[in-house]
């Protein structure tokens, strides 16, 4: 029987570990297409995720997102940034198990705090008076989640983007 697993790279992790910039450049450097979840959703929609969280609610959006997973995880060969939240539904879970390697790139909540610091688009965050708070609640509710899903665990603090890339190009 030969062996049909499709093989694709995943990236998961919180908001602000990097995965759709490691994403990018990991496509170059193996010339494989990209996709980002969150943009497909967006492509889909032709609204802001944003918007979906406040007309749908959180899980208005995501079961777009289960259904936009569904679709790039059955495409062969591609590297796949999900959202971070992409790992709390076990369906998304065993989907993207089987759909190739999974790295989850952790982060601590300083370095998340520092890379979301300037951003508008984070729906989660938005709604938060405190977001040390908020993102430390969100990586103790997933971190045990992003391991299950993953293949390898890519520790990303206080490293530099092409040697977090480095690590995923060896691990594979």
Sequence with gaps: QMHSKINNIILVGPMGSGKTTIGRRLSERLSLDFFDSDYEIVNITGVSIDHIFDVEGEIGFRTRESDVLKKLC???????????????????????????????LSSSVEQILKRTAKS????????SNNRRKTIADILETRDLLYK?????????????????????????
């Design 74 to 104: 059955n495409m062969p060969n591609i590297i796949l940034a999900t959202g971070g939240g992409a790992v709390l539904l076990e369906e998304n879970r065993e989907l993207m198990k089987k759909a190739g390697s999974v790295f989850y």
């Design 120 to 127: 508008k688009t984070r729906p989660l965050l938005e709604k």
């Design 148 to 172: 299950e899903v993953a293949s390898l665990t890519i520790n990303t603090n206080g490293k530099k983007l092409n040697d977090v890339i480095d690590e995923i190009i060896e691990a594979l």
